[in-house]
């Protein structure tokens, strides 16, 4: 008899384990922040500052972001430290800074 006519006796399981949510900080839920990225974002045209995209039909795709991030040292609340950037933008910085943070630690 081959192997191939032969039922499995068991069910196999669906993966259970889902992500954890992601945590927001809660800085990012004031309403000084709301107010200075949005101001941000207007005063700068709703326009991604790496890429150069417009986003003035879609701004819910644009992030008010820290130049210097928080974690390091960035200022909070300062207009200097802060661009609008696309999602992908954002996510490619973001994922760049973290980076450069683990390999400072690593050394």
């Not at 150069?52 to 960035?74: C, N, P, T, Y």
């Not at 200022?75 to 490619?92: E, K, V």
């Amino acid at each position: 008899m081959p192997l191939k006519s032969i039922t499995p006796r068991l069910n196999t399981l669906g993966s259970r384990l889902r992500k954890a949510p992601k945590a927001v900080d809660p800085f990012y839920l004031t309403a000084e922040w709301k107010a200075l990225a949005k101001y941000i974002k207007q005063l700068r045209g709703y326009v991604c500052e790496m890429c150069g995209k417009d986003f003035s039909k879609r701004q819910h795709k644009l992030i008010a972001d820290h130049i210097v991030e928080r974690k390091d040292g960035g200022a909070d609340l300062d207009p200097g430290n802060i661009q609008c950037l696309c999602t992908w933008c954002h996510n490619r910085k973001t994922a760049q800074a973290r980076r450069m943070r683990f390999q400072i630690i690593d050394l």
